[in-house]
Each structure stands twice: as structure tokens, then as C-alpha cells.
């Protein structure tokens, strides 16, 4: 069975400071994965994702992920962050061949301070 | 050209009442999903139907707990004798058909979230 691990739960930076959310799926399968954003109160937000090809996916509002295959891993990157980014990221992953329902990660928290 | 609508936003039981939560998914989507989400673990995938069928419930849980979407009208989620576990943003989300989309690419409500008391 597919699961998701984001490795951490609180991540605390300071504006304009570079920020990686670390996210790792385990999975034997080819898999497409997400990027979802959760501001307070509200749904989640599609910031990117990687279905195939290049493995660098820049999505929305500055935010980019690297997909690493032996690592299993797809890592949520911002070189300089904004006090509205402030919100819950999770990553999420999917089994194309299945086409069964996104599984999540526990979630981040990311708080930004001036 | 509205998003993923559901209602209510915020709703309030005694235990032991029903709840009836209701998902409009985006116009061109066949595809819902319901998700729970508890402070700290994050969203836990409960059930996913197309028009008249449940394709995977495995999340969902045995008892008191019903899903449908039916051919007009929205998807609903039935819980039956709420208890205060219950208490928890659901959240709904909608893919347009999987054939031509390629990817499970959600598109989520706003939540609705039931208080039980």
C-alpha cells in the first residue's frame, strides 16, 4: 500500500529565508505526485504536481518540487518566502494504473516570521 | 464558473443525531471523493464514487457512515448517530473523468465542519 511521509510537522523560518518541505512516498509503483496548500479555514489549493518528465516541477506562487526516484522523495522548495505563505502544505501521492484517490501526508506547517 | 461547492460550511449536532453533509462537484466533474480531516493527522481519504456508484469506500467506516451521488443532484455524506469523534472538517473533492484527465487531479470544497456536542 501506498503511504506518505512529510518528516516534518512544524517548520518555523523567517521571511525572504529559503524554506524545504521534506516529503517521502513509499510506493513499488510508478506514481504521480502533489502539492497541496491549506490556508487556515480553508480547502486545499493544487500548488503542483509531477504526473512524468522532467523531474524539476515548478508550481504556484514560486513554489518548486524535485522528484527523486532512488529517494523516493519530492521535496517542496522556496528560495525566499513571504509571511503569506503562511499555511498547511501537504503532499500527496496517486497510482496512475489504479486511478484510485490521492493518499496524504500528515501534513506541514509552515510558519513565517518578519 | 464555480469550484467545488459544499454546504453547510459549519454545522452543529447532539450526539446521536444525523448529519448530512452535501458536495456539488465542478461542473464537468463525474468524479467525488470525501476526505476527514483531525487536527494533527492530516486528511484520511474515506470513499470515492462516480454518478450512481461507489467506486472505493475502504476509508470509509462500517458503520453509521453512508455515501452516495446520486444521478442529479449532489453527493451526500449521511452520518447516522453522531458521536463526538465524529467532530471534524469533511472536505470533498471532484476530478473531471479520469479517461481524459490522465491524473487524479483533485479539486477540493471549502470543508464543512460538524461539531458534535
Known amino acids: 500500500a501506498q503511504s506518505v511521509t512529510q518528516l516534518d510537522s512544524q517548520v518555523p523560518v523567517f521571511e525572504e529565508a529559503p524554506v524545504e518541505l521534506r516529503c517521502n512516498y513509499s510506493s513499488s509503483v510508478s506514481v504521480y505526485l502533489f502539492w497541496y496548500v491549506q490556508y487556515p479555514n480553508q480547502g486545499l489549493q493544487l500548488l503542483l504536481k509531477?504526473?512524468?518528465?522532467?523531474?524539476l516541477v515548478k508550481g504556484i506562487n514560486g513554489f518548486e518540487a524535485e522528484f527523486n526516484k532512488s529517494q523516493t522523495s519530492f521535496h517542496l522548495r522556496k528560495p525566499s518566502v513571504h509571511i503569506s505563505d503562511t499555511a498547511e502544505y501537504f503532499c500527496?501521492?496517486?497510482?496512475?494504473?489504479?486511478?484510485?484517490?490521492?493518499?496524504f501526508g500528515k501534513g506541514t506547517t509552515l510558519s513565517v516570521s518578519s | 464558473n464555480a469550484g467545488v461547492m459544499q454546504n453547510p460550511r459549519h454545522l452543529v449536532r447532539r450526539r446521536g443525531q444525523e448529519a448530512r453533509l452535501r458536495c456539488s462537484p465542478m461542473k464537468g466533474h463525474s468524479h467525488v471523493y470525501w476526505y476527514r480531516q483531525l487536527p494533527e493527522e492530516g486528511l484520511k481519504f474515506m470513499v470515492y464514487l462516480q454518478k450512481e456508484n461507489i467506486i472505493d469506500e475502504s476509508g470509509m467506516p462500517k458503520e453509521r457512515f453512508s455515501a452516495e451521488f446520486p444521478k442529479e443532484g449532489p453527493s451526500i455524506l449521511r452520518i447516522q448517530q453522531v458521536v463526538r469523534g465524529d467532530s471534524a472538517a469533511y472536505f470533498c473533492a471532484s476530478s473531471p473523468d479520469r479517461a481524459t484527465s490522465g491524473a487524479n487531479v483533485l479539486t477540493f470544497g471549502a470543508g464543512s465542519r460538524l461539531t458534535v456536542l
Open positions: 509531477y504526473l512524468s518528465g522532467s523531474t
Open positions: 500527496a501521492v496517486s497510482d496512475p494504473s489504479v486511478g484510485t484517490a490521492l493518499i
